[in-house]
């Protein structure tokens, strides 16, 4: 029992099953924080994408209530279903 310090083996010898193990952590933690950012650019352009492509439908709904190509029931229905 003389040399044991604290139950984590004899003083001045490093136990490498402990620095394997944070090694891994840290390296689960870094592609961890990657794939969120990863994540998160992703969806930002996702709901770009849908904003901009129901902005150009409401445009060119907007342009066939104007041009009287559809009434203003099927345009106010149409809207609605657009913005939901």
Not at 36 to 43: D, E, H, T
């Amino acid at each position: 029992m003389m040399g044991h310090m604290y139950g984590f083996g004899y003083p001045g010898t490093l136990n490498w099953w402990w620095i394997a193990g944070f090694a891994i952590l840290r390296l689960l933690i870094v592609v961890g924080i990657i794939v969120l950012i990863i994540r998160l650019v992703n969806k930002s352009r996702r709901d770009r994408e849908t904003y901009n492509s129901s902005g150009k439908a409401i445009e060119i709904l907007k342009e066939k209530y104007v041009t009287d190509e559809i009434s203003e029931e099927e345009y106010q229905r149409k809207l609605k279903i657009l913005k939901s």
